[in-house]
């Protein structure tokens, strides 16, 4: 890294790259105009809640469908008993129903 590089300490859940430029950091002030209760910035528990706990089964997170020049695809993002919820993959209809065909 060079000298002109920061390196924070980000839990690897977060999926952000740590490395940054200093001349792109910024110390945060809080709104002098607010006469409110103090802020409470959000913990990465709030950010991410099920970021780091593992599937109890195998589990249909999200349906998608993506059209191509061959015509309509069905995905389907599909998390597996143990893994961890950032851990999921995008899988064709097809594919679900010849590998996991109880998730139908």
Not at 26 to 34: A, G, R
Not at 40 to 48: F, G, I, K, N, R
Not at 87 to 102: C, G, L, N, R
């Amino acid at each position: 890294m060079g000298d002109n590089a920061y390196k924070s300490s980000l839990p690897p859940y977060t999926c952000i790259y740590s490395v940054e430029n200093v001349e792109n950091l910024k110390l945060y002030e809080p709104s002098m105009l607010d006469q409110e209760e103090e802020q409470v910035l959000p913990t990465t528990e709030d950010l991410a809640p099920n970021a780091h706990a593992d599937l109890v089964e195998d589990t249909v997170l999200q349906k998608r469908s993506k059209t191509t020049r061959q015509g309509q695809h069905d995905l389907w993002q599909i998390g597996l008993k143990g893994q961890l919820s950032r851990k999921t993959k995008w899988y064709s209809k097809e594919q679900v129903e010849e590998k996991f065909p109880h998730l139908i």
